[in-house]
């Protein structure tokens, strides 16, 4: 793998919610419209719920009106990693945390300026901190 943080899969049940561990761990996704972050407009930073990686800012959100937080930029090119998604008959481009691996949603090429970048994320995938 070569991630920074590397856990079994017992180890991630440990400390992730059963929720957070089917995204995260088993590239689950949360039904729409029904994630704790989808509508938070406080100012903070978003990070990952497996191992604290700061992922997002407050100020890169936006309502996408497609049931999932959705930001138009990363924190840095550098907090995540981008993969190749083939699975269920469609190609995405999936996002994952560099630190720890887990997923986190994937990325659209439907979104707002300046990137034009929607990153489509789980709400069970991060933890929000307000500043």
Known sequence: MGHEVEKSDEEWK??????EFKILRKKGTEPPF?????HNRKKGVYSCAGCGNE??????KFDSGTGWPSFFE?????????????SHGMKRTEILCRTCGGHLGHVFGDGPEPTGL?????SAALHFKEK
């Open 34 to 38: 029904t994630g704790k972050l989808l």
């Open 74 to 86: 990363p924190i840095s090119e550098d907090s995540i990693e981008v993969k190749i998604d083939s």
């Open 55 to 60: 992922l997002f800012k407050s100020s890169s």
């Open 14 to 19: 440990e400390i992730l919610t059963p929720e």
């Open 118 to 122: 929607r990153y489509c994320m789980n």
